[in-house]
T-cell receptor, first 118, second 115 residues
Framework: KAGVTQTPRYLIKTRGQQVTLSCSPI?????VSWYQQTPGQGLQFLFE???????NKGNFPGRFSGRQFSNSRSEMNVSTLELGDSALYLC?????????????????FGQGTRLTVV | AQSVTQLGSHVSVSEGALVLLRCNYS??????LFWYVQYPNQGLQLLLK??????LVKGINGFEAEFKKSETSFHLTKPSAHMSDAAEYFC?????????????FGTGTRLLVSP
């Protein structure tokens, strides 16, 4: 069974540009979450999508957005890149066994996309 | 709201020694608790998780953790460290009563293993 696939693995962009990162979840998983990892702030939750709907959002500016397609693949977009956006962006997928309560299941992470903004 | 505190940004042990990585959590509702490991330039791999039931949880690679509600702790242990255990370890919490896949992570502990 293939794991979570994130593309590209590495990316270099210039300040002011925009970038799109892609995440293909494990087959059958309907929930995709995104995290930003930096040395200063650690791992921070960006947003979560389930069945093409954003269900929760972290404390990030509106420059960070995402979407999910009908096949559960997800993309996140960062517009007007800043130097501080340099980070490892991790995607995680999980299989929903139902709604709450008790609907939480473990998240499987991809290898991440390393974004460097210069 | 949930939060996680990992004591010690770095822990050094000798090969064969006991590994103990500390994690304390704060949660207003019953939590799910997780330990993840991250190797350089890699994603996160789940070591073990606590949901409900037995409070002593066994994971992969010989790791285990015990959920202690009275101490709000979920410390990670391994009886005998191996060189391959050198990595960064993250404790995470998520609320049990919602369907959101939102993990709140600690700041991580880098485990150094010397021969």
């Amino acid at each position: 069974k293939a794991g979570v696939t994130q593309t590209p693995r590495y990316l270099i962009k210039t300040r002011g540009q925009q970038v799109t990162l892609s995440c293909s979840p494990i087959s059958g998983h309907r929930s995709v979450s995104w995290y930003q990892q930096t040395p200063g702030q650690g791992l921070q939750f960006l947003f979560e999508y389930f069945s093409e709907t954003q269900r929760n959002k972290g404390n990030f500016p509106g420059r960070f957005s995402g979407r999910q397609f009908s096949n559960s693949r997800s993309e996140m977009n960062v517009s007007t890149l800043e130097l501080g956006d340099s980070a490892l962006y991790l995607c995680a997928s999980s299989q929903k066994s139902g709604t709450f309560p008790g609907g939480n299941t473990e998240a499987f992470f991809g290898q991440g996309t390393r974004l460097t903004v210069v | 709201a949930q939060s996680v505190t990992q004591l010690g940004s770095h822990v050094s042990v000798s090969e064969g020694a006991l590994v103990l990585l500390r994690c304390n959590y704060s949660s207003s509702v019953p939590p799910y608790l997780f330990w993840y490991v991250q190797y350089p330039n890699q994603g996160l791999q789940l070591l073990l998780k606590y949901t409900t039931g037995a409070t002593l949880v066994k994971g992969i690679n010989g790791f285990e953790a015990e959920f202690k509600k009275s101490e709000t702790s979920f410390h990670l242990t391994k009886p005998s460290a191996h060189m391959s255990d050198a990595a960064e370890y993250f404790c995470a919490v998520s609320p049990m009563n919602t369907g959101f896949q939102k993990l709140v992570f600690g700041t991580g502990t880098r485990l150094l293993v010397s021969p």
